[in-house]
């Protein structure tokens, strides 16, 4: 079965400060990765996502994503926060088409100026 | 902007009384997932649809829980007796067969903004 591990429940950084939030996955084949950001009151929108090619994969709001498949992870990452980046980050696994996408449990990011 | 929308965005009930919530995917979507989000569980999949056929529903309460597509349109996910367990923000997200990259389908999902259910 399908499964992601965020271990991350809470992280705090400071504007301007780089991140990385890590993600590993369980998955018997090639999997298809996703992280999506969620504000408070709002509902999940898609980050970025790999399915194939280059394991470094460039996002929305200047986010990064690489895959690494011997270590089973799937790293968010970010040169420079922002404040408006304050949000909980989902990082989920899939196999495509229309099988079932599972979601880790979250990592909730913290900015302080 | 093609959005899914859900109804209705707050609802707040007594123990045992029917709930019902709505979603319109986005047009031309035609894989429909219901999730439940709690501080507990996280998001949990209750069920999700293809073509309006259920492919999956095993996350999802069965004597308490139905989610049916009626039409392209609209799928809902009803809860009948609600208990206070069952407060929750729902969230109903929609996917496109034909993918958004080339002609793989990668499964992306398009989530509306969810229906917060309070059950008292």
């Known amino acids: 079965a399908q499964s992601v591990t965020q271990p991350d429940i809470h992280i705090t950084v400071s504007e301007g400060a780089s991140l990385e939030l890590r993600c590993n996955y369980s998955y018997g084949a090639t999997p298809y990765l996703f992280w999506y950001v969620q504000s408070p009151g709002q509902g999940l929108q898609l980050l970025l996502k790999?399915?194939?090619?280059?394991?470094l994969v460039q996002g929305i709001k200047g986010f990064e994503a690489e895959f690494k498949r011997s270590q089973s992870s799937f790293n968010l990452r970010k040169p420079s926060v922002h404040w408006s980046d304050a949000a909980e980050y989902f990082c989920?696994?899939?196999?495509?088409?229309?099988?079932?996408?599972?979601f880790g449990t979250g990592t909730k990011l913290q900015v302080i100026p | 902007d093609a959005r899914v929308t859900q109804t209705p965005r707050h609802k707040v009930t007594e123990m045992g009384q029917e709930v019902t919530m709505r979603c319109q995917p986005i047009?031309?979507?035609?894989?429909v997932f219901w999730y439940r989000q709690t501080m507990m569980q996280g998001l949990e999949l209750l069920a999700y649809f293809r073509n309006r056929a259920p492919l999956d529903d095993s996350g999802m309460p069965k004597d308490r829980f139905s989610a049916e597509m009626p039409d392209a349109t609209l799928a809902t996910l009803k809860i009948q007796p609600s208990e206070p367990r069952d407060s929750a923000v729902y969230f109903c997200?929609?996917?496109?067969?034909?993918?958004?990259?080339?002609?793989?389908?990668?499964?992306?999902?398009?989530f509306g903004e969810g229906s917060r259910l309070t059950v008292l």
């Open positions: 989920a696994v899939g196999r495509g088409g229309y099988q079932k996408v599972t």
């Open positions: 997200a929609s996917g496109s067969g034909s993918g958004t990259s080339g002609r793989v389908n990668t499964g992306e999902l398009f």
């Open positions: 790999y399915f194939s090619g280059d394991t």
């Open positions: 047009l031309g979507h035609n894989t």
